[in-house]
């Protein structure tokens, strides 16, 4: 299958309106969508408040909910598409998935999985970032800048 | 309230007992238990085959559990106990749940969270290391050398 350039930045659209549901919800608005053979087989956002779990990251929704999907719990062939980078618990299960690919929007100088060990993800795992970062990042910002006004 | 000073292994021995229950299960025998005020609040062990789910590991169980039963999902005033080291996915969720303090039972060389970063755990936690390492470390080894033979 030929891969279209504008891929990327398709699903991470999607993953985006993801994140404006969490926002909706009063949840960091981090969004997550998990692709296989070009087509979404999985969504998530973040749901930590309203599930009161702090392992309930849209990335660990999505890639419970993609394994579901396959049947199988091994992502191998597919493509999870955040728009965060994903923190080290978020990298952590990415790498027992063995996921193909992760594609990231905004960075988190803070608790990306990055600045704790790049090697929390599985060395198969092709990683690539900066897919629309500027709305990734200002979503975020937006969600910071309404609590602390609140 | 006084901590008698074989706390931590009679918990350890709940969390064994849960390690045990895996492996009947053909599971990777690791299980946990979270403790607050002395009591259990929560036990998990491993399910990522039964679960078909690579996120199922007993301390996520055991993490989201807790959380529930204590209706808030940060544990700092609670104990997780683990026969194994957690893994970077494991370690990163309970930096979330901002725990207060971490047993763990055998060591993992290979992907316990220690090797990766030691501050994938949260700065507040106590992490103790070595808990009836040698039954921990054990069932581990009965578990893959059956796997190894069947």
Same mark, same amino acid.
């Given at each position: 299958?030929?891969? &279209?350039?504008?891929? =990327?930045?398709?699903?991470?659209?999607?993953?985006?309106?993801?994140? /404006? $549901?969490?926002?909706?919800?009063?949840?960091?608005?981090?969004?997550?969508?998990?692709?296989?053979?070009?087509?979404?087989?999985?969504?998530?956002?973040?749901?930590? /408040?309203?599930?009161? =779990?702090?392992?309930?990251?849209?990335?660990?929704?999505?890639?419970?909910?993609?394994?579901? &999907?396959?049947?199988?719990?091994? $992502?191998?062939?597919?493509?999870? !598409?955040?728009?965060? /980078?994903?923190?080290?618990?978020?990298?952590?299960?990415? !790498?027992?998935?063995?996921?193909?690919?992760?594609?990231?929007?905004?960075? =988190?100088?803070?608790?990306?999985?990055?600045?704790? &060990?790049?090697?929390?993800?599985?060395?198969?795992? /092709?990683?690539?970032?900066?897919?629309?970062? =500027?709305?990734?990042?200002?979503?975020?910002?937006?969600?910071?800048?309404?609590?602390? &006004?609140?």
């Amino acid at each position: 299958m030929e891969i &279209n350039v504008l891929s =990327d930045e398709h699903f991470m659209k999607m993953a985006y309106l993801e994140a /404006e $549901l969490a926002f909706e919800k009063g949840e960091v608005p981090v969004g997550a969508v998990v692709v296989s053979r070009g087509k979404i087989i999985a969504r998530g956002h973040n749901l930590t /408040e309203q599930l009161n =779990d702090v392992t309930a990251h849209a990335e660990m929704q999505a890639i419970t909910s993609a394994a579901n &999907n396959l049947g199988g719990k091994y $992502l191998n062939k597919c493509t999870l !598409y955040v728009t965060l /980078e994903p923190c080290g618990m978020c990298a952590g299960a990415l !790498y027992w998935s063995q996921i193909g690919k992760v594609v990231f929007g905004a960075s =988190d100088e803070k608790r990306g999985f990055r600045k704790i &060990n790049p090697s929390l993800m599985h060395p198969k795992t /092709e990683v690539v970032s900066g897919t629309m970062a =500027d709305e990734c990042s200002n979503i975020m910002q937006r969600f910071f800048q309404l609590r602390r &006004n609140s």
